[in-house]
């Protein structure tokens, strides 16, 4: 299983939301691009990048700052946030970017989605963002009625990337993830899913591990690491050998 470290961009910083609460923002880094240099270097294989002004206005406010991301990094992006368009798409896919996430066009507008997929396969992924298991949208503002499971369902025969399966209750609160959510997710999917939202110790990405075989092979990790709840490269090594190091013990266990 891969842990992919997150970087959220609000107002060109680098920030994380408690729950998608604009109004509980926890600045971390005013650079964005010595932040991701830092995952990278820690031996991340990939960087979540999520443009939160464009997620909440549809408008490509930072498009400065992931210019210059991807311009620093040498590793795979994947980005999502207020893409709602296929020129906005496109565009972001023209600048270097490895996948767009797309979250409320896919309920909005699904034929648009389909024909991306179709035209730029492997390349989108689906974001579902649930609370109490129906999908939100813009930026979690707005709450639809289509569940979780019936979205990634409508999808099925679709090339999708994979899919994103964020529990906004759990997003930020370090509380550890929504499994039974993820289960369910992954059961009705046909691609691979990344659990995102709610890790929040070492113990949370063991509970991960036992998903695997539903075909939940990555994970999203944003205020753990910023918190320094657990090291990137100790995350890397518990999630590849199922090996945790005790420094204090100077023992090594195996999961």
Excluded at 55 to 83: C, F, M, T, V
Excluded at 224 to 229: F, R
Aim: overall charge negative.
């Amino acid at each position: 299983m891969e842990i992919i470290p997150a970087i959220d961009l609000l107002n060109g910083n680098c920030v994380r939301l408690h729950k998608g609460n604009y109004a509980k923002v926890t600045e971390f880094n005013k650079d964005p691009v010595a932040q991701a240099l830092i995952w990278q270097n820690k031996g991340a294989k990939r960087l979540h990048l999520v443009d939160l002004d464009g997620a909440k206005s549809g408008e490509p406010i930072n498009d400065e700052s992931i210019r210059s991301i991807r311009e620093a990094l040498d590793i795979p992006i994947q980005i999502g946030g207020g893409i709602r368009s296929v020129s906005r798409a496109e565009s972001l896919l023209e600048l270097g970017l490895d996948q767009v996430i797309v979250g409320t066009i896919a309920v909005e507008a699904p034929e648009i989605v389909k024909n991306l997929a179709r035209k730029y396969p492997g390349k989108i992924i689906l974001g579902i963002d649930a609370k109490d298991g129906c999908v939100a949208t813009k930026g979690w503002i707005n709450q639809s009625h289509i569940t979780s499971t019936n979205l990634a369902e409508s999808y099925s025969d679709d090339p999708i990337a994979a899919i994103i399966s964020t529990d906004i209750e759990t997003d930020g609160t370090l509380a550890g993830p929504n499994i039974d959510s993820l289960k369910e997710i992954a059961k009705v999917s046909n691609f691979p899913v990344i659990a995102s939202g709610g890790v929040g110790c070492i113990t949370d990405l063991i509970s991960l591990l036992a998903l695997e075989p539903y075909g939940i092979n990555a994970v999203i990790v944003g205020r753990a690491l910023y918190d320094g709840s657990f090291e990137l490269e100790e995350a890397i090594r518990v999630l590849k050998h199922g090996i945790i190091h005790d420094p204090i013990q100077s023992d090594t266990y195996t999961v």
